[in-house]
């Protein structure tokens, strides 16, 4: 599987950006997609995940901000993000696992990444 990631960019504080993942090659069927980001000195986090049928979950940081989609015919990931704040800068990656995946452990295929930075 590869993911590729796109959308990153610098804004400012209370701007939006949407990042997107194309997905190509998968070997799982319906897999559970994510995105994670890793902020510089810190531990990759759980952003949030949706699955083949559309259910979604969102770390606490990130929700009623953020929204996550996906189009399953084009095999493509979406992020919105609203309301950016500085804290929300960080290396965004999304990621691929089976059906049911939740934590990072789950996901077995990732993408490069992609620089979101979020200006006060």
């Known amino acids: 599987v590869q993911l590729q990631a796109s959308g990153g960019g610098l804004v400012q504080a209370g701007g939006s950006l949407r990042l997107s993942c194309a997905a190509s090659g998968r070997t799982f069927s319906k897999p559970t997609m994510g995105w994670f980001r890793q902020a510089p000195g810190k531990e990759r986090e759980f952003v949030a995940i949706?699955?083949?049928?559309?259910?979604?979950a969102y770390a606490g940081s990130v929700k009623g901000r953020f929204t996550i989609s996906r189009d399953n015919a084009r095999n493509t990931l979406y992020l919105q993000m609203n309301s950016l704040r500085p804290e929300d800068t960080a290396l965004y990656y999304c990621?691929?696992?089976?059906?049911?995946?939740?934590?990072?452990?789950?996901?077995?295929?990732w993408g490069q990444g992609t620089q979101v930075t979020v200006s006060s």
């Open positions: 990621a691929e696992g089976p059906p049911g995946a939740t934590m990072i452990v789950d996901f077995h295929y």
């Open positions: 949706i699955n083949w049928s559309g259910d979604t």
